[in-house]
């Protein structure tokens, strides 16, 4: 087994059903999302233990089901093709004690779903990450109608049952979930859309094991992760001193050590207007000397390190 295998594996001798908390209600993206973890994940077909998915009814609520002990597992989208970084994901990766275990890529097929037809549609309905991957569309076909924004876009398949005026932008699968009909298939603006989907777990107290420093270095992992399958390692970097060349610094780690960075983004620090904190993903495991020897670089010249986890890259 590798980590991510061991750590599910540990969690599953302890529990007769894991819950899986995702953003609802049923036939949402993340549902599907967590369906096709769980096909990928082999650890799970060889254990007797049943699954059961909790719906939440946002993010928010995604990750204070996991912080709270009502789900052991919560599944989130993190990022999209086309709109880029879900913010409020983000902000809560920084807020909470979790750790990142496992990640996700679902290809986005948006579908206008509606009990009535094409012709009666003044009112539509999605997430707004939805909404913004399918601006275009809704500009030139429907430039008049109401557009309102609802939790998730199974929410908004639900919700247009309820008039025929109504319709929702939702996937194919909400279609057949909810008995509205298919108008229009593949409606966003661009037709490469895929959403990368995190999974995480509440930080354990073993976990410092792995993650904490000693003397300014970063200790042994608890687990040694194998070296045949590709790894993606995500942290946050505070950056307390603003000078110039401060990022160019910490970034040069990574190149120096040909460390190949896959995402980088900054957000708001919530502390004083311009001032950022950095999300950094990055090819390799916490538990390779070449990586470790990138965090031990980095830590004196940052404010603060957060280590989210390293974990499988699909």
């Given amino acids: 087994m590798n980590s991510t295998h061991t750590q599910l594996y540990n969690m599953c001798c302890i529990l007769s059903t894991m819950i899986i908390g995702v953003l609802g209600p049923e036939g949402s993206y993340s549902d599907k999302a967590a369906h096709l973890w769980l096909t990928q994940e082999r650890i799970f077909s060889s254990l007797s233990k049943d699954m059961s998915i909790k719906y939440c009814d946002d993010i928010i609520d995604t990750f204070d089901s996991v912080v709270t002990n009502t789900s052991d597992i919560g599944i989130v989208p993190v990022e999209n093709s086309i709109e880029g970084?879900?913010?409020?994901?983000?902000?809560?990766?920084?807020?909470?004690?979790?750790?990142i275990i496992g990640e996700v890529v679902v290809p986005i097929e948006h579908c206008l779903l509606s009990k009535g037809k094409l012709e009666n549609i003044r009112v539509i309905l999605s997430h707004p990450q939805a909404l913004g991957q399918c601006r275009?569309?809704?500009?030139?076909?429907?430039?008049?109608?109401?557009i309102r924004t609802t939790g998730s876009t199974s929410h908004a398949a639900k919700l247009a049952t309820e008039f025929e005026e109504m319709a929702a932008i939702a996937s194919r699968e909400s279609a057949t979930m909810y008995g509205l009909n298919v108008l229009l298939c593949n409606i966003q603006d661009c037709n490469s859309n895929h959403t990368r989907f995190i999974v995480f777990r509440k930080k354990h107290e073993d976990d410092d094991l792995a993650w904490k420093t000693i003397n300014g270095s970063v200790a042994e992992p608890a687990?040694?992760?194998k070296s045949d399958i590709p790894h993606r390692?995500?942290?946050?970097?505070?950056?307390?001193?603003?000078?110039?060349?401060?990022l160019y610094d910490l970034l040069g780690e990574f190149a120096s050590r040909k460390v190949n960075l896959t995402r980088i983004e900054s957000r708001p620090s919530k502390r004083i207007l311009g001032d950022y904190v950095f999300y950094i993903d990055f090819a390799g495991n916490i538990s390779d000397t070449i990586i470790k020897d990138a965090l031990n670089s980095i830590l004196p010249k940052a404010g603060m390190m957060k280590v989210l986890g390293s974990y499988e890259m699909m």
């Fill in 233 to 246: 390692t995500s942290i946050i970097v505070y950056l307390d001193r603003d000078r110039p060349g401060a």
């Fill in 136 to 146: 275009q569309f809704i500009k030139d076909h429907f430039p008049h109608a109401e």
């Fill in 85 to 99: 970084s879900v913010g409020v994901t983000l902000d809560l990766l920084m807020e909470h004690d979790i750790r």
């Fill in 223 to 225: 687990y040694t992760a």
